[in-house]
């Protein structure tokens, strides 16, 4: 084999999944056409899908990549194919009650806009992210504590004893394994912390208030809501089983 | 008087030797400098393990947050430990085989003083909470405008040796590292360009930034590994290779199937969907190149057991080679669509990483080191336990690995997919293997402990001045080199050395 | 010894074709580039042409109810000047101060 003969080699046997697998699907993803639903009286909607996200997304991305959260959280609800996400209780959304219909869906392309990266993540230490803000906000509809409140303390400390809603919650936090982040959070006078401390223990005299890198990333966490509660899928993306429509 | 005709062996010790005198400065950097990145790497990756199964260990520091810590401890891994002990491998081995001095010692060196350099800084920001948040390339982004030069000075020279080398037989040691020097480049910068300065969809992305990971251990750390490995078997046990047919074949394979694979981690994602499952292909097709090349490593030193027993740079090269056909099956195993539903999100992946850069990689690049140091600092290891110690508290930790990550990772991957099942009882199996994660860590801990101590000693030139290398069994009455004495390797003002350089 | 690849010629072109080699798949991203960064039309803008619409309107209407040259001169300039005035103890009492 001679040096030339090598180069040759090498270049082709790279480049060739180089164009296949980086560019091409790269240009591909870009230019992602947009899905649109079929009309107001066949799909329920208008125009293009655009699933719409509220908070702090693009910050909250990359604090929640800085802390490297995706280490044991993953943001990925598969298709059936692919695994059982879809059918763990209040991961891909939530089960049918008298108040909304069945709210799950896989994840779409469309689900990461204004992320720079997509947190698939690397392995579920914890539980799937996808819908944790949806999980949050259902389970605290009957009042008590705000969501941002909720998932600040369990920001500082999971598996404290204060700031949670109830027994239930606390039972379950006590063998979670989530990290405390108190870098996220800081120590200051009682007298300066106004409505924004947490309720946890804190040194005489002082408070724990969350920074605003906290109040970005609790903003981005209670953004995860990937289904359908307040946006229809369109048909063409709608890969559940059909059922009869409601009334 | 003197006999001024040198014997073509004469000729060829010389050149050895300045070979080895012309490189013994970047080499001995990178081999001590990379041994202290990866106890640094090694005992970040046991306070991370710690964290996943015993959360409030050490939470009273901030700047060891899980998450972050995880990250960090990839990260010196990698390019602190990995990267290093590969450039000091590289760049001796192609010297040595493309018979090329090096006139370029002090660019390399400051290369790697650049290289550190932005590791240092890259771990530093990611410890404090300002990484980029992409697996494996959690550096900010502008630390690569560091590595990359640096890289260059570094490693070019290896081309241009390679290239003015005279006629004759290449090594296939030469095209694994040829394809190493060329390919880190070519997998970093298209990674680097695409993740973070082109504008597109967040999910190619994070699936370019997939493929960079599987191409970083298939494409660079695995053909230097291999390029070692085809030198000291046939080297220490004194037999050619065993086809070097079979061994250009093995290499052709790696390099259609290796840049492949990447993306399976994407299973079930929203990319167009052959991404993921040619990515699993791949892992699965690498088992060919894995047995096929072990087989011809295994086959070069069989029969000669004894040399593997007493040979610490065999011994630890050939754990290597064995790592890797090990790898080559669980990873066939592990990838076809039922298994990589399972191991997707599980430890199963860790363990597969682990398993690649300490199992496959490190162990033939300790082998490297415990053959390259002696010679390039004239002076033989001083202790036989310490190399002892180092490869069997080594071998018991990725064990380990092999058995609760990869395994039981298996297991809490089977746990999370039964959907019925709370999400606390996977959770809580989970814990029970990250103990013996943990475990594992704590035992290659102390092994590089005593590797790193060993290192710094023959850094600091308190070797053993001796003609005979420090083997791991006890030195028989008759040792195969001769009588035991106080003999300078590489002679003495009164003549050239009487025994022929090894 | 074979001296005829060892020279500082084949060095020097040795050298500079080994960069290139490096640098072969960063060439081709940056060629490729444009290729891969076609416009795109995504849901945002194309329900983004609507919100503009709207947008568009309403600044038109504004701008044609603001029109500066209604604005009286003459109170603009009279405020000009009470603000350029050194400023003065005015009427004002203020607390703490001595009487």
Known sequence: MSFKAFIIGLTLTFGLPWVITIVLPYSFMRTLETVNYAGIEEDGGEGPYLPKRDGRIKEGSEIYGQEGCYYCHSQLIRPTYAGSDIWRKDWGGLAKTLDHHDTRRETNAFDYQDEAVAHIGISRVGPDLSNFGRRVTNALTLGGITPEEWVLNHLYNPRA??????????????KSVCPSKPSLFKTVD???????ALKVDAPEGKAIVPTDRARALASYLISLKKDTLHQKLPKALDYGPKTEKAE | MADTTQSPDQIDIE????????????VMFFFTSGAVWLAIGVLLGLIASAKKHMPEFLSGCGCFEAGKVDAAHMNALIYGWGAQAAFGVIIWLMARLSRKECRSSGVILLGGHLWNLGVMIGVGLILAGKGSGVPWMEFPA??????????IMILIWSLVQFQIRDAGHVYISQWYLLAAILWFPWIAITSVLFVYHFEGHPLMATAIAAWFKSALFLLFFLPTALASAYYLAPKVSGRPVYSYSLAIFGFWALAVIGPWAGMQKLAGAPIPQFLPYVGAAAMILIALPAVLVGANIINTIRGNGEAVAQSPSLRFTIAGVISFILFGVLSAVLHTASSLKITQFSYTGYGLDILTLYGVFSFCAFGAIYFIVPRITRREWLSRRFISWHFFLSLYGISAIVCCAIVGGYFQGEGIEAWNQ??????SRAGSYGWGVTLAWFFILISNLFFCLHLLLM????????????????SHAESPHGPEGEVDNYGTANGPAETSAH | MDHTRDNPLKRFSAFWIALLMIGLFGIACIILRPLTHARQETAYMIKGEERLQIR???DRAQKAALEAKKIDDEAVSSFAKTLNKAPSAGAMAVPGAAK
Not at chain 1, 162 to 169: I, V
Not at chain 2, 459 to 474: I, Y
């Open chain 3, 56 to 58: 568009d309107t309403i």
């Open chain 1, 190 to 196: 009682a007298s300066m912390a106004r409505a924004g």
């Open chain 2, 15 to 26: 050149l050895r030797s300045s070979i080895d005198r012309s490189l013994r400065h970047p």
């Open chain 2, 142 to 151: 502008f630390v690569w405008l560091l590595l990359i030069p640096s890289y």
């Open chain 2, 422 to 427: 709370s999400f606390l009882e996977a959770a």
């Open chain 2, 459 to 474: 850094w600091a030139r308190l070797g053993r001045r001796s003609s005979h290398p420090t083997l791991l069994k006890a």
């Open chain 1, 161 to 174: 004893k204060k700031g949670y809603r109830g027994a239930e919650d606390q039972n379950l936090y006590k």
